[in-house]
């Protein structure tokens, strides 16, 4: 499987997602993907699996180190008090202390992006790799002054319910005021 690199990561070109999956069968699915060759699992607060997801991350036999672990973080929980919780949360159901991509799954219409990119700045040296946005607009970089990440990453669902999409080039990084 190739691997695209993006600053510091290492990132595999596809992932095993799995949203959506049934909730007595997501350990098994993947650890089955590890077996496979998958070496990017994605799972998210809002899919109410990361138990399970960590659970078939401890059943396969492939090394930690060698899994690309991205899960998400949910809107309710950006504010700065709340993110950090939340990403311990997480990490705990996980059973494990990173993950290697962290995404805010989807904007909020409560808590200004400042105010969490802020949040993630202060946890991504200790508990992530690679952390970014998901969901977000690409104007909402515009409005800032400085960030330690790059909003870089972007997910595309490609399966055969979504055979049509739109792709759209991102290689500006953007400045956002998270400080």
Not at 114 to 131: Q, V
Request: aromatic letters at 8%.
């Amino acid at each position: 499987m190739s691997i695209t690199l993006i600053g510091p990561a290492q990132i595999p070109s596809m992932g095993f997602g799995t949203f959506q999956l049934e909730q007595d069968t997501v350990a098994d699915m993947v650890a089955a993907a590890l077996s496979e060759g998958f070496r990017h699992v994605d799972t998210a607060q809002a899919y109410e699996n990361e138990e399970q997801v960590g659970e078939g991350l401890r059943r396969a036999d492939v090394r930690r180190d060698d899994v690309f672990l991205t899960t998400k973080i949910l809107p309710e929980h950006f504010s700065p008090e709340a993110f950090t919780a939340a990403t311990d949360a997480s990490l705990k159901r996980l059973g494990t202390d990173y993950v290697d991509l962290l995404l805010l799954h989807w904007p909020s219409k409560d808590v200004p992006i400042a105010e969490t990119i802020g949040a993630l700045n202060k946890i991504m040296p200790l508990k992530t790799r690679l952390s970014s946005t998901q969901g977000l607009p690409w104007d909402f970089g515009k409005k800032g002054s400085r960030c330690a990440i790059w909003a870089s990453v972007s997910q595309k669902r490609s399966d055969m319910f979504t055979a049509r999409f739109r792709t759209v080039n991102h290689d500006t990084p953007y400045e956002i005021n998270g400080s």
